[in-house]
């Protein structure tokens, strides 16, 4: 990285602080060189306070420490995206984010388990991963597994077991992501089509 401290009077840069895996924005801090070497020696989001003019490791006093995933400089190396995986909430006052606003897991693990399956999909000769071997046995054994899972999830919810309709929901959900990308597709172009019907 080659950040830009000395573009502000002070020697800090803002921090914007996201969640992993549901893409809020958690909160903003400001860092200066140290903190950012900190936070990168030890994996823990460190700031500089400009209120307590020192150091300050989020979560050194409740425990909800962030624990860091990535960091990237924006285009004009003076502002960082910090990705995080939150232990517990992140506002000193009690709130999931700094705007009172929870962080609900919404669909941003859908996002992390697709690229889980792109993953899989290039290396199609894996012989240890499930994912894999349907794509080595083409398109029409995963369309095969979207229907048979289509197939349980109708049986499950005609039946009373709210655990097996949802766990068959689950089965049919991640086929069918599978099925996307053998097509070419991704979830998100599935919203853009929802999304053209609603106009």
């Not at 549901?22 to 903003?28: P, Q, R, S």
């Not at 996002?111 to 046995?137: C, G, H, M, P, W």
Request: glycine content about 6%.
């Amino acid at each position: 990285m080659n950040i830009n401290f000395n573009k502000s009077s002070n020697g800090l840069i803002p921090a914007i602080i996201q969640d992993n895996q549901t893409k809020n924005v958690l909160m903003l801090g400001y860092m200066n060189q140290e903190a950012l070497d900190k936070t990168l020696e030890t994996k823990q989001v460190t700031f500089f306070s400009r209120s307590k003019n020192r150091m300050w490791t989020k979560g050194e006093e409740s425990g909800n420490f962030l624990e860091l995933i990535s960091i990237k400089e924006d285009c004009d190396n003076d502002t960082l995206l910090i990705k995080v995986n939150p232990n517990g909430p992140t506002c000193h006052k009690g709130t999931d984010t700094c705007w009172a606003e929870s962080n609900n897991q919404d669909f941003g693990f859908l996002l992390q388990l697709e690229e889980t399956i792109s993953e899989r999909k290039q290396n199609a000769d894996s012989e240890n991963s499930y994912v894999a071997s349907l794509f080595a046995k083409g398109i029409n054994k995963i369309a095969q597994k979207v229907g048979e899972e289509a197939v349980e999830v109708i049986i499950e919810a005609k039946d009373n077991s709210d655990v097996l309709f949802l766990s068959e929901s689950a089965d049919l959900l991640f086929h069918y992501l599978i099925l996307l990308q053998a097509k070419g597709f991704r979830l998100n172009d599935v919203v853009k089509t929802l999304k053209s019907r609603s106009k």
